[in-house]
């Protein structure tokens, strides 16, 4: 499990998830202010949500979690305009300076699955079908089934 340095900036989560107190990931940070938090959702329909930092509860290592839910997030900070760099930590435009509030860290909602890898190759089942649950000895085989079976 990844520890949380006890003092994260808040312009270090620039580029990081945010999600809302429903659980839905509404985009990124693009940029902070001292009192209000940028999200952007989107490349080419892109959504910008100006949220108030009173609206934030904290920031768990992975994940920036606010306190409202998406549907308020939607109806009341949705605007279409950029982040003004001069009024806004925008990242790669750092003009803007400010004492931001302290940041909550919260425990971890969310854990990133951990991933084992093994050597398999000397023994006998390594190549799992996950749709199936057959074992093979090679890929080749392995690959064979996948496209004459499924």
């Not at 006890?6 to 839905?24: F, G, K, M, P, Y």
């Not at 854990?111 to 080749?140: L, N, W």
Request: with cysteine; glycine share 4%.
């Amino acid at each position: 499990m990844e520890t949380v340095p006890s003092r994260i900036n808040w312009t270090d989560l620039v580029n990081e998830s945010v999600h809302t107190a429903d659980d839905q990931d509404i985009g990124d940070i693009e940029a902070v202010s001292r009192d209000i938090l940028v999200v952007k959702r989107g490349f080419i329909n892109v959504h910008r949500y100006y949220i108030p930092v009173s609206k934030v509860d904290g920031w768990d290592g992975n994940v920036f979690w606010l306190k409202v839910s998406e549907d308020e997030v939607k109806r009341n900070y949705e605007r279409d305009v950029e982040p003004d760099p001069y009024r806004y930590y925008v990242k790669d435009y750092p003009y803007y300076a400010a004492e931001y509030p302290p940041l909550i860290v919260l425990p971890q909602r969310y854990a990133r699955p951990a991933y084992s890898v093994s050597a398999g190759k000397e023994k006998k089942g390594t190549y799992r079908c996950d749709i199936c649950g057959r074992d093979f000895a090679s890929d080749v085989e392995f690959s064979d089934h996948v496209k004459t079976t499924h």
